[in-house]
């Protein structure tokens, strides 16, 4: 893919717009041709008014026939209702008379209950007939069903006699109170019926009018506006030559911008990705040298936080255009924030070094003041893949950085130290990666003022076999590879699938890196895979670390995302990094964690005592909750307790403390024994002060947490 300089792509139809002026000013409109734009130009309005008055009456139309419709479906399914109504009716009314015969022949208890049942559906049926028919209708129905209560009380007499074999009472009353209603309901049942049949049919036939008359003038609009179609045809033919170039031209512009970084013009990540996997088969096949650069902006963040993102922007724009003053066959890309790539094709090792020599020294001239570091791999030998070829560049860029900066370093394989990642390195991640369910080990988080487990922070401990010194060997490995979100993703899964071990009372802390947050992190997957471990949101806090938010709004908006879904936020590491602040600005968390570096300093250094004061005062105002990181010994609490931090007032002090003092990350939680000794110890040295009144040491939570100490 070839990059357009900065002036094309801020105008891609540049050159369509030279071309038609240069077609315009070679063909001068001649009579002729203005006669047919006058001619084109009266279809077109004549066209359009077509259009116009076709849509209006069509929705006249529409809205009439809606009505209409609407009203014919209401009377066929009113009748039609009514219909089947009056044929249940009858066929009951005939039933009944049927086992009236019956009983008289052959009396018995199930004709007599099989009559009622006959009975009762049939006043079902004409109690259901008054709430639905018109007045005229329903006013008759209630008579009937007057009359229907009288030759049920009648009928029942009726059985009553036969049963008593007192044949000639029950003639009596069959002859002369019987028939003569079970006549007036029959008459009145059939020739209800047989109108109803005659309504329905008239009513759907009408419904049938109104359709049919609906078509034919759908139908004459249709026609009509058919030719106001074949009018704007017309038009449009007559200038498709002219649409089709624009279309062209846009669907071109739309595809770069798939291609180029909005802000710096150059290629972003995915066309490095594309571009770098074209090149590295086009140089096996010619076996020509490929070398790829890697390079970022020295203390990026530093320059961002001093100046503002403004002034920031303006220097990744600066070292774009540097970049793309290089060798024209060379491609520049920005992969990340300030991260930017290099492909050098056709260019062996040293060649590579003078050119990134030369973009070094341009950059530390025009970037304000700012350096760039450079990390390159040549590719000699043809079995490497892109991914390999990216590492081996990033381990060089990361030689530089740790050599100190602004500088040119080649990748080298015969150095084996931690810098490089080596094939087996990545390989070992990939596999751990998809071993499913990840070790994952709990670390007690302790509430000082009850002396009780407020939490378990889950952690990582994959297993020896994959070669990691630890977890944030694998983590730094992860981010290196860019893959630090998937790590992530599947630790916290792995956590969540033991979260049915954890006590019902406490708390479970997942950690989770800005650069997961700011990687499209999706909120509602998250609550659903929390909700399928049988956990409430407000029993999940998220930790987001102080030492790297790389995208600081991005990740903000996320972490209010998740406040809102009901999920706790936690600052971890705090005081260890120079984000803390800004963000504890611009977001409530409801825990902040000191980092135990800063810990250990405050205990012999009145500066870091200051650290840990000003993180206190501000909790203070924001009423979250402060824990302290890694106490490992017990001048450390003591420390805690001199300091008075854990005895404040609520929504004051250090109320919360986790470290190997206070049990050990382990695969199984804490034994009830170690619970005990661990609580008397705290009892013990963060025992109550007695001079504070009784209501200020009863524990105070955050409010939000407050529901999670009930037991489920």
Not at 12 to 26: C, E, G, V, W, Y
Not at 116 to 143: F, G, S, W
Not at 168 to 176: F, V
Not at 208 to 221: K, Y
């Amino acid at each position: 893919m070839t990059i357009q300089p900065a002036s094309s792509a801020r105008n891609p139809f540049a050159h369509l717009t030279a071309k038609r002026a240069f077609t315009d000013s070679a063909n001068p409109e001649t009579p002729p041709r203005g006669a047919r734009v006058r001619a084109t130009s009266l279809i077109t309005v004549a066209a359009s008014v077509g259009l116009v008055v076709v849509l209006i009456v069509s929705i006249g139309v529409a809205l009439f026939a809606s009505t209409a419709t609407s009203a014919a479906e209401d009377r066929a399914d009113e009748a039609r209702t009514l219909g089947v109504l009056y044929a249940d009716a009858r066929f009951l009314v005939v039933l009944e008379q049927s086992l009236e015969d019956k009983y008289r022949l052959e009396p018995g208890p199930d004709v007599a209950r099989a009559h009622e049942a006959a009975a009762h559906e049939l006043a079902v049926v004409l109690r259901t007939i008054v709430r639905l028919a018109p007045p005229a209708n329903a006013a008759e129905a209630l008579r009937l069903l007057e009359l229907h209560k009288h030759y049920r009380v009648t009928a029942h007499a009726m059985f009553a006699a036969i049963a008593a074999k007192d044949l000639a009472r029950a003639q009596a009353i069959d002859h002369g109170s019987l028939d003569p209603v079970y006549a007036s309901i029959q008459d009145a049942v059939y020739q209800r019926a047989t109108q109803q049949g005659r309504l329905a049919g008239a009513a759907f036939e009408s419904l049938n009018v109104v359709q049919r008359s609906a078509v034919r003038v759908e139908f004459a609009l249709s026609v009509l506006g058919l030719a106001c179609v074949l009018g704007l045809l017309f038009v449009i033919y007559a200038y498709r030559s002219r649409l089709v170039a624009s279309h062209e031209a846009e669907v071109r512009r739309l595809e770069e911008a798939m291609f180029v970084d909005s802000l710096t013009t150059v290629g972003n990540h995915r066309a490095f990705k594309d571009d770098l996997n074209r090149e590295i088969s086009l140089a096996a096949r010619f076996g020509l040298p490929l070398t790829l650069a890697m390079l970022d902006i020295d203390e990026f963040k530093l320059v961002n936080d001093q100046n503002g993102h403004v002034y920031g922007d303006r220097v990744l724009v600066e070292l774009a255009r540097v970049l793309r003053a290089g060798r024209v066959e060379d491609r520049a890309y920005r992969v990340g924030g300030d991260e930017f790539a290099i492909i050098l094709p056709h260019t062996s090792a040293d060649g590579a070094r003078a050119v990134l020599e030369r973009i070094r020294l341009a950059a530390s001239t025009t970037l304000h003041g700012s350096t760039v570091s450079i990390g390159f791999s040549t590719a000699d030998a043809f079995d490497i893949t892109a991914e390999a070829l990216q590492h081996q560049a990033d381990a060089a860029l990361y030689h530089t950085k740790r050599g100190g900066r602004n500088g040119v370093s080649q990748f080298d394989a015969a150095n084996k130290g931690t810098w490089l990642l080596s094939t087996e390195r990545v390989q070992s991640l990939r596999a751990l990666l998809a071993s499913g369910t990840l070790p994952i080990a709990f670390q007690p988080i302790w509430d000082l003022e009850r002396a009780e487990i407020l939490a378990f922070e889950a952690l990582l401990r994959p297993a020896a076999s994959f070669g990691f010194a630890g977890p944030q060997d694998a983590f730094d490995v992860a981010e290196r590879l860019g893959c630090a979100h998937e790590l992530d993703r599947a630790s916290g899964l792995s956590a969540l699938r033991r979260a049915g071990d954890l006590p019902a009372h406490a708390l479970l802390f997942l950690n989770v890196s800005p650069q997961t947050l700011d990687r499209d992190f999706d909120v509602a997957e998250f609550a659903a895979a929390v909700a399928t471990a049988g956990l409430r949101p407000e029993r999940v806090v998220i930790e987001i670390t102080e030492r790297s938010i790389a995208h600081i709004d991005n990740v903000i908006a996320v972490a209010r995302a998740l406040k809102a879904a009901g999920f706790g936020i936690a600052l971890d590491d705090t005081g260890s990094g120079h984000a803390g602040l800004e963000i504890m600005s611009r977001l409530q968390f409801d825990y902040v964690k000191i980092d135990r570096a800063i810990i250990v300093k405050a205990m012999g250094d009145r500066s870091a005592s200051g650290v840990v004061a000003a993180i206190v005062a501000f909790a203070k105002v924001t009423g979250a909750y402060v824990i302290a990181e890694g106490i490992e010994d017990i001048p450390m609490l003591d420390f805690i307790d001199r300091s008075k931090c854990a005895r404040a007032p609520v929504g004051r002090g250090i109320r919360g403390a986790q470290g190997y003092l206070l049990n050990r990350p382990s695969e199984t939680l804490p034994a009830p024994g170690d619970v005990l000794d661990v609580s008397a110890l705290l009892r013990e040295h963060l025992s109550p002060d007695a001079s504070r009144p009784r209501w200020l040491v009863r524990s105070s939570l955050p409010v939000r947490s407050r529901s999670t100490f009930v037991k489920e």
